[in-house]
């Protein structure tokens, strides 16, 4: 009853495994390969003998990610996966193409716990963490089944990673591994709504990752009344663990806005949002944010997100505009697996 998912296994542990079965060394090396190129399924691992592929079967979890549902979006070709873990969880994984190559939207937990008002992830209720092992199979699976090769990847989906710290970094060191996927840590980017302490964690890992943060509001009373972990770590406090982080890494760091209309939205918020980011070697990105069912907030206008630009720009500030893909299949993370469990419930 506690078989690992095969994703979960590093190198040095299917070492081990051979050895322990009494098989030939190099056989490890072999197994490893087939997951770093998204097989699960030990009966398509063609070079290793029946007797290989059937204790893999026996002593670890082998479909630990099935695609439960794929939906391509008609407008611009992202594609949206929902994966079904193999004890009925549900995380989505949203492929999107660049002009710099594909990149990718992975969950780290199925459901999250931080309760963001205006997340649709939050309304859907917490499953549980993801291995590193499923989240590494987010990107090698996908790649299997588009043919593509992943230029990029944001750990952005469902979930808090910094809530799964353990697991989050487990699976950055195996996606960078050498011998594995040796995806550059350079093209991933870590979001997260604030968690403090792991933040300042995070920062002596010595990991060279983009990291982005949440923000949505300049003042603790506006931030707290929408992202709950506000009342735990207050501005002051969390812009402190970010100019630690730029200070010590010298890397620049990204604050994710979305705009929601009469919110957070005024003239006056982006003065307030410039006046407090002022100093921060950062960037801002803007959000047209996203709705679902039964929320409140309401995504600001066209002419509200373009004046908001307009407005820190003016200021100094280093700022873009997220640009929208797969609206027409739900791409935001957290609204089809909401639907879906919604529907189950009926």
């Known amino acids: ?22 098989f030939p060394r190099y056989r490890a090396a072999q197994i490893y390969q087939w997951f770093v190129k998204g097989i699960q399924d030990p009966s398509r691992m063609k070079n290793l003998p ?9 002593d670890f979890i082998v479909q630990g990610l099935t695609v439960e549902k794929e939906l391509t979006s008609e407008i611009d070709g992202t594609k949206k996966f929902i ?66 090769r992943i230029h990029s990847v944001v750990v952005m989906g469902i979930g808090e990673p910094f809530d799964n710290y353990d697991n989050l970094i487990a699976f950055l060191r195996a996606a960078n591994d050498p011998d594995g996927l040796n995806l550059g840590v350079r ?37 707290s ?40 939205d005024s003239v006056q918020d982006a003065r307030d949002l410039a006046g407090l980011l002022r100093g921060i070697h950062c960037h801002i990105n803007l959000i047209a944010a996203n709705e679902f069912e039964g929320s409140q907030y309401k995504r600001s206008s066209t002419d509200h997100v373009r004046l908001f630009q307009q407005m820190l720009e003016q200021t100094g500030m280093t700022v873009t505009l997220r640009r929208e893909m797969g609206t027409d299949i739900m791409a935001a993370c957290g609204q089809l697996r909401r639907g879906l469990q919604e529907s189950e419930q009926k």
């Open 1 to 22: 009853m506690n078989r690992r998912f095969v994703f979960d296994l590093t190198q040095k542990e299917l070492d081990d495994w051979v050895k322990e079965r009494g």
């Open 50 to 58: 029946e007797p290989i592929r059937t204790a893999i079967c026996d």
């Open 83 to 148: 994966f079904r873990l193999h004890d009925g969880h549900r995380v989505e994984t949203v492929l999107m193409k660049y002009k710099t190559g594909y990149s990718l939207c992975i969950s780290s937990q199925a459901g999250c716990k931080m309760g963001c008002a205006f997340c649709a992830s939050a309304h859907a209720g917490f499953g549980r963490d993801l291995t590193s092992g499923e989240m590494l199979g987010q990107i090698t699976v996908i790649s299997d089944i588009t043919g593509e």
């Open 187 to 223: 093209h991933i980017t870590v979001s997260t709504c604030g968690l403090v302490p792991q933040m300042l964690e995070f920062i002596c890992v010595n990991l060279q990752v983009n990291l982005s943060v949440s923000l949505h509001a300049s003042k603790d009373s506006l931030r």
């Open 225 to 264: 009344s929408m992202m709950p972990v506000a009342n735990r770590y207050d501005l002051d406090t969390l812009l402190d663990a970010c100019r630690q982080y730029v200070n010590k890494t010298g890397r620049r760091i990204t604050f994710e806005y979305s705009l929601f209309h009469g919110i957070n």
